[in-house]
């Protein structure tokens, strides 16, 4: 059983940055972030590999980077030059499989922390 809990969220101007943290408790393998946007679907983020391999959603790239701190099972999400349609519930998520994380089926999810960014 793995237990997944978000931190680091809240509320940016237009341009900012903020840092999410996903602690984890159990063994983990294959991490991923995911956002909802109130109205939409839940959508990846991130996505990171047993290896360290790291995948991102292009509407993400060269703004946000993930990375996980193996030794202390925490995943990170640095996220800036934040955009008012980056407001969203961000989620971690991990699964001893990739291919479930990178399909947004993975085993397990944390609660969520609320990012909002405004104009």
């Known amino acids: 059983q793995v237990q997944l809990q978000e931190s680091g969220g809240g509320s940016v101007q237009a341009g900012g940055s903020l840092r999410l943290s996903c602690k984890a408790s159990?063994?983990?393998?294959?991490m991923g972030w995911f956002r909802q946007i109130p109205g939409k679907e839940r959508e990846g983020v991130a996505y990171?590999?047993?290896?360290?391999?790291?995948t991102y959603a292009d509407f993400v790239k060269g703004r946000f980077t993930a990375s996980h701190d193996y030794g202390t099972k925490t995943l990170y999400l640095q996220m800036n030059n934040l955009k008012p349609e980056d407001t969203a519930m961000y989620y971690c998520?991990?699964?001893?499989?990739?291919?479930?994380?990178?399909?947004?089926?993975?085993?397990?999810w944390g609660q969520g922390t609320q990012v909002t960014v405004s104009s």
């Open positions: 998520a991990s699964d001893p499989l990739f291919v479930r994380v990178r399909a947004g089926t993975p085993a397990y």
């Open positions: 159990g063994y983990t393998d294959s």
């Open positions: 990171i590999d047993s290896d360290g391999t790291t």
